[in-house]
C-alpha cells in the first residue's frame, strides 16, 4: 500500500493550502472553466450538425439529452462523493487511506457501469416511453440513444477519473485531454453529417470513439501513476468503513442531478404541448446559456476539491475566503455574459434556425423569444453554483440536493404549469418559467450559505 505521493502531487497540496485564496482559484479553475465555456461552444457546434439533419433531429437530441443526463448523475454523484473523500484524506496527509480511497471508487464505478448497461441497452423503448417521450421523438432517436448509453457506461469510468484528477490539481492537463477528445468527436461528427449525410446515429458514434479514447489514456495513467494515486487490485477494499462514507455523499449528489434531469425530462414534455420544436427551442436556448453558465460550472469544479482539502487541513477560515472569492468571480462572469448575449441574442438563435440551405424564422423567433427571459437568471445561478461548491467541499450533499431539486420541483415545474393552466402564453412561458426557477434558486442559495457560513467561522474561531 502506498503511504506516499510524488514530488508534484506534494508541492501541490503546499500550494493549495498555503498560497493566496484568489491565485490558487484563478489558477487551479481557470482551465477547468476555460474548458466547460469551451464545451458550451462545442455542443453548440453539435446542435448545428443536428439542426443541418433536421429541426426534428434537433428536438430528439434536446429531448434524449436530458434523460441521458439523468444516468450520468449515477457516474456524477460517485465522482463527487469519492473525491471529497479523496480530498480530505489528500489535504490532511493521510497518502495509505488516498490509495485506498482512489482504487475503491474506480472499482465501484465499474459495477455501475455494468449495471447500467446491462439494464438500458436492451430496453431502451420501453424506458423511453416510461419517461413519457414523444413517439416521433422514439422513432426519430432510438438508435441514438442506445449508443448515447454505451458512451456514458465508459464515460462513467472517465468522469471518476477526471475528479480525481482535479482533486490533485491536474488542471491543464484536464483541459488538454478533453480538448483531445472533443476535437476527434467533432471532426468525425463533421464528416459523418457532412460529408457521409448521416443521421443521428453516427453522431452518437462520434461522442463513442471520443470517450474511449479518453478511457485508454486514463487506464495507461493510472497503471504507471506514481504514489498512493496509481491503481492496483490490491488497494481495493470493499469494506463498509471504506464504501459507507463514499456512498453516503454520492447518494443525495446521485438522487439530486438525477431528479433535476428528471424535472428537465417533465419541462420538455410540458413545453410539448407547444410543439416539438418549442423542445428544440428550449435546449438551444439551455446551450446559449451554457456560454455562461458553463465557466461558472467550471470554477466550481475545481474549487470543490480546493475547499475539502483545506477542510482536511483544517483550515476552516481559508475555506471561507476561497469562497467568497468564488462569490466574486461567477457574480462578474454572470454579469458580463448577461451583457454580451443581450447584445447577440439574435445572431446566436439565426445560426440554430439554418437547415441545410433553409432559415426557419418561426424556429429563430421562438429562440429569442425563450432566452431573452431565461437569460436574466445568469448572475444567480453563478451565486447557486459558488454556494453547491461550499456546500460538496464540507461534504453537505444533502442540503446540496435540496437547493437543487427545489430549482426544478418548486420553482420551474409548478410555475409552467401554472402559466400553461392560467395564461394564454405560447411557448415563451417556458422562458419565464427558466426565469423564475434560475432567480429564485439564486435566492435560496444565498439563505441557505448564511447558516453554513456562520458555522464555519465558529469553526475557525475555535480552531484559532
Known sequence: MASSVSKQDEAFRAYALEAPPLRVLLTTCAPLALFQALQSIFKIMDSLMASYISADAVSAVSCLSQITLMITALGSGLAVGGSIRISEAYG??????????????????????????????????PFLRLLQTPEDLIATGVGYFRVEVLTLVINFFNTVYLAIERSRGHARKILLLNLAVTVVK????AIFVYVLQSGLLLLAVATLIGQSLMLAYALLSMRFDDGAFRVSAGSIRMERKIIGPILNLSYPVTAEKMLFAAGKVIVNAMSAMYGSLTVGALGISNNIGGL????????ADGAAPLISQNRGARKYRRTLQIYYWLLAVDVAVGLIGLL?????????AGIFAQSKNQF??????????????????????????????????????????VLNVMRVFVFRVPVLWAFQQFTSLGAEATGMTMMVSNVATGVEAIVIAIPVVLKIRALAKAEE
Open 92 to 125: 490532511r496527509g493521510d497518502y495509505e487511506a488516498v490509495g485506498k480511497l482512489v482504487a475503491t471508487v474506480y472499482a465501484l464505478a465499474g459495477i455501475v457501469s455494468a449495471l447500467v448497461a446491462a439494464t438500458l441497452i436492451p430496453f431502451a423503448v
Open 186 to 189: 467533432l471532426g468525425l461528427s
Open 292 to 299: 455562461t453558465t458553463n465557466w461558472h460550472s467550471g470554477f
Open 340 to 348: 454580451l448575449v443581450s447584445q447577440t441574442l439574435p445572431f446566436l
Open 360 to 401: 426557419d424564422q418561426e424556429f429563430c423567433d421562438m429562440i429569442v423569444a425563450i432566452h431573452r427571459w431565461e437569460m436574466v437568471g445568469y448572475v444567480t445561478l453563478g451565486i447557486n453554483s459558488a454556494t453547491v461548491a461550499l456546500l460538496l467541499g464540507y461534504g453537505y450533499t444533502k442540503l446540496a440536493m
